[in-house]
């Protein structure tokens, strides 16, 4: 029954996220199961990620620098990024800026539910260490998919040469702030959360001024507005 539970506690917060974001697009919900579909892509690349980062943990000697921002940050952040860009970016479905920050952060936390998962199996965690993760690792990812699928949104509905730009951003921002995540816990083993919650205090304050402005940029807020008026 414990182990029930802790597998719960690691599951939860994902899912829970997941509809969080889900129900903040307010003009034109996506179809559950492409959303469902995406977050099980977050579940499955959690495989490749961990031999890409086991190949370089093997080859590369490097600090925590080099583990924060190459091994850790920058293979699971590509990786998500290569699977949104080939896999969603071009989808009909993807057809209002909002859709990039939903999609990003459902391949993100499926990703951070499986990791959560495997977490919780391998250590024996308790309910307690799974709250706290579901506080920062989950939270953490859930807010990297943010920035990415906004700037990917962004890069959707862009025209000219300044796509290729914003698409560009869209993979080093996420990068940049995992990278900056990690390389805090790696480095301050004693005193990590005097920096982590304002980190993420500063995520999520700023994600939730992305997901308001791209909802705001939606080519459907208007056929809302008219519905709303012939009511």
């Known amino acids: 029954m414990l182990v029930l539970s802790v597998i719960s506690s690691a599951v939860a917060p994902g899912l829970a996220l ?3 974001f889900y129900l903040k697009d307010k003009y ?43 091994i850790s940050a ?13 896999m969603i970016y071009n ?5 209002e800026p909002y859709d990039g920050i ?18 919780a199996w391998y250590s024996n965690a308790s309910i307690g260490s799974m709250f706290l993760r579901a506080l920062l690792p989950v939270s953490g990812h859930a807010m990297f998919g943010v920035i990415m699928g906004y700037h990917l949104g962004r890069a959707k509905f862009s025209k000219g040469a300044k796509t290729k730009g914003i698409l560009l951003i869209s993979i080093l921002l996420p990068w940049l702030w995992h990278g900056i995540y990690d390389f805090i ?21 700023g994600g939730m001024g992305k997901v308001d402005r791209a909802n705001s940029r939606s080519p459907f807020r208007f056929l809302k507005r008219e519905e709303e008026v012939n009511l």
């Open 18 to 20: 997941l509809t969080f």
């Open 28 to 70: 034109d919900q996506e179809p559950l199961h492409i959303v469902i579909k995406v977050f099980l892509l977050g579940l499955l690349i959690v495989f490749p990620v961990m031999i890409i980062q086991r190949g370089l943990m093997l080859g590369l000697n490097g600090g925590p620098y080099v583990e924060s921002f190459l």
């Open 74 to 86: 920058g293979v699971e952040e590509c990786l998500k990024w290569f699977v949104l860009y080939h």
């Open 91 to 95: 989808h009909t479905e993807f057809d």
């Open 102 to 119: 939903l999609y990003a952060v459902a391949i993100s936390l499926g990703f951070a539910t499986i990791e959560n998962v495997m977490y």
């Open 185 to 205: 816990l790696s480095t301050t083993a004693n005193y990590w959360i005097w920096f982590i919650v304002p980190l993420m205090a500063i995520l999520w304050y």
